[in-house]
């Protein structure tokens, strides 16, 4: 366990700086969205009522006040958040990748580690589950900031507020990253462990046998996926619809779970038998 939190340890140390950037990118663009936003329809509320002569009640009518919701659905909200999950879909590659092709070819100094080399696959995994939860963690405490400043840029009467619930709970497409209930929780990101697990033993093969590597990553991968939807095509198409909703779900989850245990048992044969220093 001491050398698996030293690896998990140093691996976020070496995530730190594109952590810290991918955060720096997202707090200053969303902030940058509540104010350009809130500008603009301050600018055309300014120009119909005093300009245009229109009454405030009428304006508010015919536009209907501004929410956050509307900044939130915006490139500047929505843009920074689509980096985020492409810097974390970037690294899961990156992470093992940039020991092989990096600098005095660093794995097999990590692979001559006195630990089981398993941990290196835990540790890796681990700080792919630390990002992507960091984000989301983070993403939560910019939110009441970033309603703070709008009601700072908004006056009371152009606006309609909303707190954080209110505005994740409006936005279904934000959904998985931001589950309504921890069953929902356990399923999105249990699927996404499942999937990274995949990739890393994908990654693995094509390490240990190089270009007949590739076929049997993609193979691999094919199989995990036949593996998750076999209770569906066995339901629909050979059992007629035998099982219950709850069954079905259930043997999913159970599925999902054997793609993981499999991809760990592989993983493991291919870092002690098949990688070698």
């Not at 006040?65 to 985020?84: D, K, T």
């Not at 606006?159 to 959904?175: A, T």
């Amino acid at each position: 366990m001491k050398n698996y939190l030293k690896l998990v340890n140093f691996e976020f140390n070496r995530l730190a700086k594109l952590f810290a950037v991918l955060l720096g990118i997202t707090f200053l663009a969303q902030i940058g969205g509540v104010i350009v936003l809130s500008k603009k329809y301050l600018n055309v509320a300014n120009e119909r009522i005093y300009e245009d002569m229109i009454p405030k009640a009428q304006f508010i009518a015919e536009f209907g006040q501004m929410n956050f919701l509307q900044v939130a659905r915006s490139a500047f909200f929505m843009g920074p958040i689509a980096l985020c999950i492409a810097g974390v879909a970037f690294y899961i590659f990156l992470i093992w990748y940039r020991d092989w092709f990096g600098k005095n070819t660093f794995i097999y100094r990590l692979l001559m580690l006195p630990t089981t080399r398993l941990n290196i696959f835990y540790a890796k995994l681990t700080n792919i589950l630390l990002l992507t939860f960091g984000f989301v963690a983070f993403q939560i405490i910019f939110l009441p900031i970033e309603t703070t400043v709008f009601k700072w840029m908004m006056p009371s009467e152009f606006r309609n507020d909303m707190n954080v619930i209110e505005i994740l709970q409006s936005m279904p497409e934000l959904s998985i990253i931001f589950p309504n209930s921890f069953l929902e929780f356990i399923l999105y990101y249990g699927a996404g462990l499942m999937v990274v697990s995949v990739l890393f033993t994908a990654i693995l093969l094509e390490r240990s046998f190089k270009w007949k590597g590739i076929f049997a990553g993609i193979i691999y991968s094919l199989v995990a996926v036949a593996v998750l939807i076999s209770p569906v095509l066995l339901h629909e198409f050979v059992l007629n619809g035998f099982f219950y909703p709850i069954e079905l779900f259930l043997l999913e989850i159970v599925m999902g779970l054997i793609i993981i245990a499999g991809s760990i048992w592989m993983s493991a044969f291919l870092l002690k038998k098949k990688i070698t220093v």
